[in-house]
């Protein structure tokens, strides 16, 4: 954490930053509107972003907005400086709930931090950690998600169901593919109850 928080001036811009940007501000320029709590138009550029929000939702691309924002930034080095400080603090929280998964299916602490680390410094994942909002986040997002199933189904309480459905639907709103979490949660909790229903 402290290493990735302290070389992220170390990586540049990519390709598609500026108009993950550009999405984020729309999105957040109709939510606000809707609210009625800031300016904005009613209702996003349709055309300008039905091509990214076909690949990808604006999920995470609302928060950098809404930091950059809430910071007051406005020279463009703070602003990316900020967005890749904030998509680095995303991939850090996957990769601590994979030392969590890691550590409860192999029962040994040491183990688990050996595995994690090898997810954290493959280079062209942490590389990409910095600058790429949607692929990293997907990846540390449904990380923690399949944290939360794991814990709703060792207490199925509403908090539980409550933060994995939150979790699910983060991913989700990121890419589409994690719709797979909607499939695996239904099956795991199909096959837990199936399992009480036969000790019965």
């Not at 598609?16 to 550029?45: F, H, I, M, P």
């Not at 904030?86 to 183990?111: K, N, P, S």
């Not at 994942?125 to 794991?150: E, G, R």
């Not at 979790?167 to 909790?189: E, H, P, S, Y």
Request: with cysteine; aromatic share 10%; glycine share 8%.
């Amino acid at each position: 954490l402290v290493v990735g928080l302290s070389i992220t001036d170390h990586y540049g811009i990519s390709w598609d930053e500026q108009l993950n940007r550009k999405l984020g501000y729309q999105t957040l320029s109709y939510v606000l509107s809707t609210l009625g709590v800031g300016e904005g138009e009613a209702s996003t550029s349709a055309e300008e972003a039905r091509n990214s929000v076909a690949e990808f939702g604006p999920f995470f691309e609302l928060v950098l907005a809404g930091s950059e924002r809430a910071l007051g930034l406005e020279d463009s080095r703070a602003i990316y400086l900020m967005r890749h400080r904030v998509t680095f603090l995303a991939f850090w929280r996957g990769v601590a709930a994979f030392f969590l998964l890691l550590h409860r299916a192999l029962g040994d602490g040491w183990i688990a931090l050996l595995g994690t680390c090898t997810l954290a410094l493959t280079p062209r994942l942490f590389a990409d950690s910095f600058y790429n909002s949607k692929d990293t986040v997907l990846l540390s997002l449904f990380v923690v998600s399949a944290w939360t199933l794991l814990r709703l189904l060792d207490k199925k309480t509403v908090g539980a169901a409550v933060a994995h459905a939150l979790a699910c639907a983060a991913t989700i709103d990121v890419r589409l593919v994690g719709l797979l979490l909607v499939g695996l949660t239904l099956l795991f909790l199909g096959l837990e109850i199936a399992a009480q229903r036969t000790h019965e």
